[in-house]
């Protein structure tokens, strides 16, 4: 048996272990040995039947791991050691995907009179330090991989490639989840998880949930919406992250399990002091059996062999506790071959601060026709145009050929690969006239589908997209780096043992245009803060060697140092925080981090306070901001917004290296090397819209000629500088809108 197996049986704080349907022991925990000299039980390899000293119950215990089923409960059985006192046998059966299953047996003493509270509570702080520390152990190499990603997906890639790199992001993410999930389960075991309320907006974190599950929900051809009623408040009170793990459970089963049709997921007000989460699938249903198993921990509703779907069992058991935490309940109701339909019902409380909303609304006075599958996706459709302020009137397919009075747009489900499809958007057309707009929402890839016009969006739905898409708007493209704006400068010190990570980190560090120095542990990072290179925040490892990350903070604000400090811990334990901050740190983080986390981590140490602009002074040069009208043109003109982003990433990129030589050109006084590199900058400036910024080169190159005093060229090149901040300014505006459709592919 691997590591998987001895850690399981590890975490008991009694005897345990796994034996096969025979009763032959697999793998045992230390305490099965029976240390405090008592009788040992059968050894690795050898057969319950057939202990060194046999308990009353063992001819029983035999019977119950070979009858034992996956659908069954746990057999539980007395059982009597002089060295053990009372005590039962417990038997659970336990899945494996590699030949027959396994039983886990586990020796649980009965509570003593006086003291059984204490040893309860030690087990249980025991249980929840044992899971934390191995989600320690997976949550490093995970870091890495995830920092690794994350600075993949900040270049510039094929769309090929994107995707790859998309689905190892989707993939680690999954893993960390699975890692914290294990890690709350552990925390409501033993009391400690904390529940906040602070503003949440549903739609976001609505789409935050389906939008990981677009490439899964198109492979299968799914219909994937969510969104809340369009009179639902835009922010409530609730813990953002709880809720986010209980959707992403009950949606991502919904999808795990259904094979075709839809998942739908709304939220609506359900009395004044409640609200409702409906996730609704076309799946295959659940029997009432499996309705009463599938909120305990580590079970599927299909235990068998031969199930088709992977997962650990833990979802919605965690999602269940959480619900119960945030004051609220969770309910199935479900028949074999009908479907599911889960109720998740939340306390309801407006938050005080709701986010300003469009003005006015973007699709106002449009009235748009639907046509989807079942009552829920309709639902569902109409919900999201009625969010934009559209009006959505439910038709069917042949209603729409015969003309819907006052409509001039359908917004229509179909497959993008059927070749029927083809008709049927045809007819469609045809329908509406020249002046008729329609949109056709495709289950599956638009861009291996067969049907080009009219337009095509993907499901799952995003109000942004579907709004851009109606009003025949740009919807972004693959392949686009996911740009994150680069800070203020400045530079940080790296505290990290782990090479890989310190490697990655530091990169990450660089990209957002921050310096950054690195040490391998706690006792360079006390030497680095005493020394004369001073630091802006440091970034610093809990668990190094020689000298650990809390101990390194200690020395230097003995030392008086008052540089910010930022805990590093793989580690989930409860009170790591307060651990931290008790040691003289400003912060804490959890590995791992992605780029904007890394980032909003370090904006508020490296961001200097903003200059107030001087009395009736004059705009800069640059302060105009450059004429993006040249890119959209030019994105039209090559019909291909990936080379145009291309094209101002590698403009920023070089930028400073034309700087440089400016400046270098200025001080050797060469006028000759002054004119070439402003005319350089000058055209590709003019080319990319940067319209301030290329007439402060033309005015240099203009200038500099030997008459010119150094002083009227210095004059020039300060005023190339100015227009430079404009440019950089709004071309990082323009990378970043395209971020949102590199997630989105085929939404157009």
Same mark, same amino acid.
């Given at each position: 048996?691997?590591?998987?197996?001895?850690?399981?049986?590890?975490?008991?704080?009694?005897?345990?272990?796994?034996?096969?349907?025979?009763?032959?022991?697999?793998?045992?925990?230390?305490? !099965?040995?029976?240390?405090?000299?008592?009788?040992?039980?059968?050894?690795?390899?050898?057969?319950?039947?057939?202990?060194?000293?046999?308990?009353?119950?063992?001819?029983?215990?035999?019977?119950?791991?070979?009858?034992?089923?996956?659908?069954?409960?746990?057999?539980?059985?007395?059982?009597?050691?002089?060295?053990?006192?009372?005590?039962?046998?417990?038997? &659970?059966?336990?899945?494996?995907?590699?030949?027959?299953?396994?039983?886990?047996?586990?020796?649980?003493?009965?509570?003593?009179? &006086?003291?059984?509270?204490?040893?309860?509570?030690?087990?249980?702080?025991?249980?929840?330090?044992?899971?934390?520390?191995?989600?320690?152990?997976?949550?490093?190499?995970?870091? &890495?991989?995830?920092?690794?990603?994350? $600075?993949?997906?900040? *270049?510039?890639?094929?769309?090929?490639?994107?995707?790859?790199?998309?689905?190892?992001?989707?993939?680690?993410?999954?893993?960390?989840?699975? =890692?914290?999930?294990?890690?709350?389960?552990?925390?409501?075991?033993?009391?400690?998880? +904390?529940?906040?309320?602070?503003?949440?907006?549903?739609?976001?974190?609505?789409?935050?949930?389906?939008?990981?599950?677009?490439?899964?929900?198109?492979?299968?051809?799914? $219909?994937?919406?969510?969104?809340?009623?369009?009179?639902?408040?835009?922010?409530?009170?609730?813990?953002?992250?709880?809720?986010?793990?209980?959707?992403?459970?009950?949606?991502?089963?919904?999808?795990?399990?259904?094979?075709?049709? @839809?998942?739908?997921?709304?939220?609506? #007000?359900?009395?004044?002091?409640?609200?409702?989460?409906?996730?609704?699938?076309?799946?295959?249903?659940?029997?009432?059996?499996?309705?009463?198993?599938?909120?305990?921990?580590?079970?599927?509703?299909?235990?068998?062999?031969?199930?088709?779907?992977?997962?650990?069992? $833990?979802?919605?058991?965690?999602?269940? #506790?959480?619900?119960?935490?945030?004051?609220?309940?969770?309910?199935?109701?479900?028949?074999?071959? @009908?479907?599911?339909?889960?109720?998740?019902?939340?306390?309801?409380?407006?938050?005080?601060?709701?986010?300003?909303?469009?003005?006015?609304?973007?699709?106002? #006075?449009?009235?748009?026709?639907?046509?989807?599958? =079942?009552?829920?996706?309709?639902?569902?459709?109409? !919900?999201?145009?009625?969010?934009?302020?559209?009006?959505?009137?439910?038709?069917?397919?042949?209603?729409?050929?015969?003309?819907?009075?006052?409509?001039?747009?359908?917004?229509?489900?179909?497959?993008?690969?059927?070749?029927?499809?083809?008709?049927?958007?045809?007819?469609?057309?045809?329908?509406?006239?020249?002046?008729?707009?329609?949109?056709?929402?495709?289950?599956?890839?638009?861009?291996?589908?067969?049907?080009?016009?009219? %337009?095509?969006?993907?499901?799952?739905?995003?109000?942004?997209?579907?709004?851009?898409?109606?009003?025949?708007?740009?919807?972004?493209?693959?392949?686009?780096?996911?740009?994150?704006?680069?800070?203020?400068?400045?530079?940080?010190?790296?505290?990290?043992?782990?090479?890989?990570? #310190?490697?990655?980190?530091?990169?990450?560090?660089?990209? $957002?245009?921050?310096?950054?120095?690195?040490?391998?542990?706690?006792?360079?990072?006390?030497?680095?803060?005493?020394?004369?290179?001073?630091?802006?925040?440091?970034?610093?490892?809990?668990?190094?060697?020689?000298?650990?990350?809390?101990?390194?903070?200690?020395?230097?604000?003995?030392?008086?140092?008052?540089?910010?400090?930022?805990?590093?811990?793989?580690?989930?334990?409860?009170?790591?925080? @307060?651990?931290?901050?008790?040691?003289?740190?400003? %912060? +804490?983080?959890?590995?791992?981090?992605?780029?904007?986390?890394?980032?909003?981590?370090?904006?508020?140490?490296?961001?200097?306070?903003?200059?107030?602009?001087?009395?009736?002074?004059?705009?800069?040069?640059?302060?105009?901001?450059?004429?993006?009208?040249?890119?959209?043109?030019?994105?039209?003109?090559?019909?291909?917004?990936?080379?145009?982003?291309?094209?101002?990433?590698?403009?920023?990129?070089?930028?400073?290296?034309?700087?440089?030589?400016?400046?270098?050109?200025?001080?050797?006084?060469?006028?000759?090397?002054?004119?070439? &590199?402003? +005319?350089?900058?000058?055209?590709?400036?003019?080319?990319?819209?940067?319209?301030?910024?290329?007439?402060?080169?033309?005015?240099?190159?203009?200038?500099?000629?030997?008459?010119?005093?150094? *002083?009227?060229?210095?004059?020039?090149?300060?005023?190339? @500088?100015?227009?430079?901040?404009?440019?950089?300014?709004?071309?990082?505006?323009?990378?970043?809108?395209?971020?949102?459709?590199?997630?989105?592919?085929?939404?157009?």
């Amino acid at each position: 048996m691997g590591f998987a197996a001895r850690t399981l049986v590890e975490a008991f704080p009694g005897p345990a272990a796994i034996v096969d349907p025979d009763g032959r022991v697999l793998v045992a925990n230390g305490r !099965w040995a029976r240390p405090d000299g008592g009788p040992a039980y059968p050894a690795e390899g050898a057969v319950l039947a057939a202990p060194a000293e046999p308990c009353p119950g063992h001819e029983q215990l035999l019977t119950a791991v070979r009858e034992m089923t996956p659908q069954a409960a746990p057999a539980v059985l007395p059982c009597r050691c002089d060295a053990a006192g009372e005590a039962s046998v417990r038997v &659970t059966h336990l899945e494996s995907d590699c030949g027959s299953h396994r039983r886990l047996v586990t020796v649980e003493q009965a509570a003593a009179p &006086t003291g059984g509270t204490v040893d309860a509570d030690a087990a249980a702080q025991a249980k929840s330090q044992f899971l934390a520390l191995l989600g320690h152990e997976i949550r490093t190499p995970v870091t &890495t991989v995830v920092a690794t990603v994350d $600075l993949l997906r900040a *270049q510039q890639l094929p769309q090929d490639v994107r995707e790859i790199v998309d689905s190892v992001h989707r993939s680690v993410h999954s893993l960390k989840a699975l =890692t914290d999930d294990m890690l709350d389960l552990a925390r409501l075991e033993t009391g400690s998880l +904390h529940v906040e309320r602070k503003p949440v907006v549903l739609r976001r974190v609505f789409e935050g949930i389906v939008e990981p599950l677009q490439q899964q929900s198109r492979r299968k051809g799914l $219909l994937l919406l969510a969104t809340p009623a369009p009179d639902f408040p835009a922010a409530v009170l609730g813990d953002i992250d709880r809720l986010r793990q209980v959707l992403t459970c009950v949606v991502g089963n919904a999808v795990k399990f259904t094979e075709s049709g @839809e998942v739908i997921v709304t939220a609506e #007000r359900d009395g004044d002091d409640a609200y409702l989460i409906t996730v609704s699938d076309t799946g295959p249903g659940i029997s009432e059996a499996d309705r009463e198993r599938i909120f305990a921990p580590f079970v599927q509703a299909d235990s068998s062999a031969a199930r088709r779907h992977e997962g650990a069992g $833990l979802g919605l058991a965690l999602a269940t #506790r959480l619900v119960q935490c945030m004051g609220g309940t969770i309910d199935v109701q479900s028949e074999p071959g @009908e479907g599911s339909q889960f109720f998740i019902r939340l306390p309801l409380e407006r938050a005080p601060q709701q986010p300003p909303a469009a003005s006015p609304p973007p699709l106002i #006075r449009r009235r748009i026709a639907v046509v989807a599958p =079942t009552s829920r996706s309709t639902l569902a459709m109409s !919900w999201l145009l009625q969010g934009a302020g559209a009006e959505p009137v439910p038709a069917r397919f042949d209603d729409v050929l015969k003309r819907v009075p006052d409509v001039d747009t359908v917004l229509w489900c179909d497959d993008s690969h059927d070749p029927e499809a083809i008709r049927r958007a045809d007819a469609m057309t045809e329908a509406l006239g020249p002046k008729g707009r329609t949109l056709m929402i495709s289950a599956t890839d638009p861009r291996t589908g067969i049907v080009r016009k009219p %337009g095509v969006l993907t499901a799952p739905l995003v109000i942004g997209r579907l709004v851009a898409a109606l009003n025949l708007e740009r919807t972004g493209v693959r392949g686009a780096p996911i740009t994150v704006p680069p800070l203020a400068g400045g530079r940080v010190l790296l505290a990290e043992d782990n090479d890989v990570n #310190r490697t990655v980190f530091r990169r990450m560090i660089q990209l $957002l245009g921050v310096e950054c120095d690195g040490v391998a542990d706690g006792s360079a990072a006390v030497d680095a803060l005493l020394g004369e290179t001073p630091y802006d925040v440091v970034l610093m490892d809990v668990q190094m060697p020689r000298t650990d990350g809390l101990e390194a903070t200690r020395q230097v604000r003995a030392a008086g140092c008052t540089t910010p400090i930022l805990a590093l811990t793989a580690t989930a334990l409860h009170g790591d925080r @307060e651990r931290c901050l008790e040691a003289g740190m400003d %912060g +804490h983080l959890s590995k791992p981090i992605t780029l904007p986390e890394l980032r909003a981590a370090l904006e508020p140490y490296l961001s200097g306070p903003p200059e107030e602009p001087e009395p009736d002074a004059e705009p800069a040069v640059g302060a105009d901001s450059p004429d993006l009208s040249k890119l959209r043109d030019l994105e039209e003109q090559l019909e291909d917004r990936a080379l145009v982003v291309t094209t101002v990433n590698t403009f920023l990129s070089q930028l400073d290296g034309r700087r440089s030589a400016l400046a270098d050109a200025l001080r050797r006084q060469d006028h000759d090397a002054l004119r070439k &590199t402003a +005319h350089t900058l000058k055209s590709s400036s003019a080319l990319l819209g940067a319209c301030s910024l290329a007439d402060a080169c033309a005015e240099v190159e203009r200038n500099a000629t030997a008459e010119a005093t150094e *002083q009227d060229l210095s004059a020039l090149v300060a005023g190339v @500088e100015e227009a430079v901040a404009g440019a950089v300014r709004v071309m990082a505006g323009y990378l970043a809108s395209d971020e949102e459709g590199a997630d989105s592919a085929g939404q157009r």
